[in-house]
């Protein structure tokens, strides 16, 4: 997506924004992949675990929700650890993203739930597209998928621990 951020004389000057599709708006919070990327930056900061790749999943239902996935750079599984990611990405995200915890607080969107990726699933997933034929040079990850097919991993198969 492009907007104008002004003119040379009457023709508009365009910057860059984000990818088209690369926000979602479950409950009317509209979040985009901008507010991802800094929340989880903050958690970094806060944490100081460095995630190798992570994306943001919308999943609706009933209470419709978002689902974080992350592959540390560090191969350790510490309950601790996660659960201190996930709450300063939790606590991040609404810095962020407009209303998400007003509509976190009245249950129309559910809790942000984070979910760890055993160590080398994205090795693996960048070996298996490469034997595909993909150009890896030519891969980009999103920080936020409309669904969990998109991801770098198979939920079912790569989770190896899951936030409280």
Known sequence: MLEVCGFHGKVPKLSFVRKYGASF???GELLVEAHVTAAVGDAIAATGRAPLWFTFVPVAGATPHYELYVEF?????????????ADAT?????????NWDAFQADGALGPLRVRQVRPGTYADTLARWEREGRSIGQIKNS???RERALLPCDPERDVCADAP
């Open 25 to 27: 708006n479950l409950a």
């Open 73 to 85: 750079t560090d191969p350790g599984t510490d309950p601790a650890a996660l659960a201190a990611f």
């Open 90 to 98: 939790r606590a991040a995200i609404g810095s962020y993203c407009n």
């Open 143 to 145: 920080h936020l998928v």
